[in-house]
């Protein structure tokens, strides 16, 4: 009798750790030293975050800062940009590229490349195992696809054609959600999104907006147009106050700017 009352203590005790929200650091903003820009500790078991802004041309790099201090670091160092993307020098650009008149030069059409970051925009590589990869234009509006990488820009692979993002009404045939107007599907069909189901008094009719803190279950629950219930961990927050919250759905209203700025 006794081990089965231990056993059920026990279980109890496990439902509410793996239940319960996420232990998350906490970010304040601090006056460090010049050119400081993290320090960390780890106080009662999570990190506290002391932070001091960089300027507008530098980052900071916090996995650097656990147990220590991080320095402000200059945004084009080491080469982070893309082909068609502006640049002051080649120094900026992956892969070697020349920096011409403001701007990284990719490949042209037909130039051997490895990756699709070498070739210039609205091109990508094509590789195979016979031959060295080549850089060919993307896949245009309403052509044959496999994978959505392979359409140009505003456009998604759907169906094996590229298509505009969003441009699927609720109720269309998808097998790609950004071909949605809602960003999700159900049952083969662009449908509504799932909705943050709102703690009571905190909802009207449901279309409350905005992140909801999390509960003591640590569990965020969303609901379907079909009446399907779905669930997903709680997310920390970078607030002093090291509270986890709950993401709006896609079907909420937060989203609908997003998906009104995708078409």
């Known amino acids: 009798m006794l081990l089965a009352n231990l056993a059920s203590l026990l279980l109890a005790v496990i439902s509410v750790v793996v239940c319960a ?16 820009c993290a320090q960390t500790g780890f106080v009662s078991g999570h990190y506290q975050f002391l932070l001091n802004p ?29 082909p068609g993307e502006s640049c002051d020098a080649a120094s900026e650009c992956l892969g070697g590229r020349p920096c011409f008149q403001g701007f990284c030069l990719g490949k042209r059409v037909t130039e051997v490349c490895d990756r699709d970051e070498d070739c210039g925009p609205g091109l990508h590589c094509v590789v195979s195992t016979d031959y ?22 505003f456009l ?33 069909l ?3 999104g799932p909705k943050l189901r709102r703690k009571k008094g905190k909802e009207v009719n449901n279309n409350a907006t905005g992140p909801e803190e999390c509960g003591p279950e640590g569990i965020c629950e969303y609901f379907t147009q079909s009446g399907s219930n ?34």
Not at 55 to 75: E, K, V
Not at 156 to 176: D, F, H, R, V, W
């Open 54 to 82: 960089c300027n507008y041309s530098q980052s900071c790099n916090l996995s650097l800062a656990i147990d220590s201090t991080d320095s402000c670091t200059d945004l084009h160092s080491p080469p982070s940009r893309y």
């Open 21 to 36: 929200p996420p232990r998350c650091d906490t970010y304040r903003r601090f006056p460090l030293p010049a050119s400081k």
């Open 230 to 263: 779905l669930s997903a961990p709680c997310q920390c927050g970078k607030t002093e106050s090291g509270k986890a919250f709950c993401n709006p759905g896609r079907g909420d209203l937060d989203m609908t700017p997003v998906r009104l700025g995708r078409k």
């Open 190 to 192: 662009c449908a509504v």
């Open 132 to 153: 060295p990869g080549v850089c060919l234009p993307m896949m245009g509006l309403n052509e044959t696809c496999d994978q959505g990488e392979r359409c140009n820009v």
């Open 156 to 188: 998604t692979c759907n169906n094996g054609i590229c298509q505009k993002i969003g441009a699927l009404g609720i109720g269309q045939p998808a097998t790609n959600a950004m071909a949605c107007d809602s960003f999700y599907i159900e049952n083969g």
